[in-house]
Structures are given as structure tokens and as C-alpha cells.
């Protein structure tokens, strides 16, 4: 089927994990309700965003946010995009996005490849290496509706990554992502409309709804964009839930029309990960 409806939860985060549990429940209902077939909730849900909270969030594969999340999808029979969680894997955490298709199986799990550790002259200082290790691949997800790409927030800067997905034949990238009110205003909308463009797919971005009184403020603005490069919806900074039709043959349309990745000069540069060459 070449066209599907995408869910995106744009939701508040607190300190109680069962009570962000809840509302992520609740709103992905309210999107099933309204005819999405997908749905993608935004970063870091289920604890507020502060490096010295994921060790104190952080679970295990399996554990209470991963059953809540497994059975949700289930219930649903929703393909689900688990915005992202802190996970413990041995010693290490990692800031992690679990994929649910609508049998509750999980078909995916992405790890966060770039570690945001940014200080900005007058506006944020944030280092996730204090607590978080990076993941290391690029994730593809093969679901009922198409080919799926997956990142997380600061994934979207590097181009490599999205062309990557792109060339691994992605026509829909979700990306749950946390800009704050530093990045968001200079960087949101052009980050999004660049890479949706650039690599010719849908490019989804899910955020935490804002909070003034957080110590990290989230930007909001959770978005949709063609491979056109135009945004086709976008919230403002409040809480909410969007569904939105994605048509894959106008991803193809576009490829066709505009052959950008078949115009790529192979011979002269080329992607590489983890030793294979990418084309």
C-alpha cells in the first residue's frame, strides 16, 4: 500500500515515568483514533532531559517502558516509532528508540550515533557523553507500509547519516528529537526542509511539547516534510497530537522527476560504514 497515515505525539514530559507512560498511552490512542496507521513519539519521553536523569531513568530492554510500549503497539496493531528512552545495556546507557510493529514484535531498535555535547556562547550547554555512550548504525526498518529510516535529534545535522539511510532505500526518516530554545528557532525548520530534500524522502520530526519551567525547554514545533523540501504540517510549541497522509509514490515522483541520487558521482566520492562501502 503506497499511501499511510502518520501519528506524531508532541507531548509534555515530568519527573513520574508512569505518568509519561500514561499520556504517551493515551495520545497514541487518540492518534489511532483518527486513522494513523504509524505513529512516532517524541525523545526522551519518559524522563525529562538532563544528563544526570538517564542513569536514574535508564532500564533495560524489557523492562517497564518497553512492555508499556510493546503492548501498546499490539493493542493498536500500529507500527510504533518509540520516540526514545534511556536504556541500560551492561554498564553503558544509551539513548535509545525501540520499533513495534502491529503484532507488539519489535522490528527495530535505533541508538542515537551522535552525541549532543554542545556550549554555546549565551544560550545551551548540554554534553550527553557524561552519561550516554554513542550507538554505531544506521537503522533501516522494514515494516508493512514501506522501508523506514530512524535517527534521533542530533542525527539530523550530519548528512552522511540521512544520506545513508536514504541510499539503504528509506522513503520515510523519523527522527524523535529535543531542539531547545537555542537551536529550535535558527535551526529546526532548516534542518528538517535540507535533509527531507537533499535525500528525497518524508522526514518526520517528533518533539516534547514545551515546558518554561524546565530546565531544559524543548522547542515543540514537531513536523512533517515532503521530499519536496515544504512543510506539509507542523504544530506550534503546545501539546498535541497530528496525523498526517504520507504517499510513497510521490516519494518515487520526485526521485524520478528530480534524480539527484542517481546523479551522484560514485567515482569520484563514496559513503562508507563500518567498512562497507555504501552506493
Not at 515530568?14 to 498511552?25: M, P, Y
Not at 492518534?31 to 544528563?51: D, R
Not at 501539546?239 to 504517499?247: E, H, N, P
Request: aromatic share 10%; glycine share 8%; proline share 4%.
Amino acid at each position: 500500500m503506497s499511501s499511510f497515515k502518520v501519528g506524531i505525539i508532541q507531548m509534555p514530559v515530568v519527573n513520574s515515568i508512569e505518568e509519561n507512560i500514561q499520556t504517551a498511552l493515551s495520545m497514541i490512542k487518540s492518534a489511532k483514533e483518527q486513522g494513523a496507521e504509524v505513529v512516532c513519539l517524541p525523545e526522551m519521553f519518559s524522563c525529562p532531559y538532563k544528563s544526570k536523569n538517564f542513569p536514574v531513568y535508564g532500564e533495560r530492554q524489557g523492562g517497564y517502558t518497553y512492555t508499556a510500549l510493546e503492548k501498546c503497539a499490539k493493542e493498536n496493531d500500529i507500527v510504533l516509532i518509540g520516540g526514545s528512552v534511556p536504556e541500560y545495556e551492561d554498564k553503558k546507557i544509551y539513548n535509545t528508540s525501540y520499533i513495534f510493529n502491529g503484532d507488539g514484535a519489535l522490528i527495530g531498535k535505533h541508538r542515537k550515533v551522535h552525541l549532543y555535547d554542545v556550549d554555546v556562547d549565551g544560550g545551551i550547554c548540554f554534553k550527553e557523553s557524561e552519561s550516554l555512550s554513542a550507538g554505531n548504525e544506521a537503522t533501516i526498518i522494514a515494516t508493512k507500509h514501506g522501508t523506514f529510516g530512524v535517527g534521533i535529534c542530533y542525527d539530523i545535522r550530519f548528512p552522511e547519516y540521512m544520506r545513508i539511510l536514504s541510499l539503504l532505500n528509506a522513503k520515510v526518516v523519523f527522527m524523535p528529537a529535543a531542539f531547545n530554545m537555542t537551536s529550535g528557532p535558527a535551526h529546526w525548520e532548516f534542518n528538517f526542509r535540507c535533509r527531507a530534500f537533499e535525500n528525497q524522502v518524508y522526514l518526520i520530526g517528533a518533539s516534547p511539547s514545551r515546558d518554561v519551567n524546565s530546565n531544559y525547554v524543548s522547542y515543540g514545533h514537531s513536523i512533517v516534510v515532503s521530499p519536496w523540501g515544504e512543510i506539509i504540517a507542523q504544530m506550534d510549541e503546545k501539546q498535541g497530537v497530528m496525523v498526517v497522509d504520507i504517499d510513497l509514490d510521490y516519494v518515487d515522483k520526485i526521485r524520478s522527476e528530480f534524480p539527484m541520487l542517481e546523479h551522484r558521482r560514485t567515482d569520484v566520492y563514496q559513503l562508507n560504514m563500518n567498512g562497507k562501502s555504501i552506493k
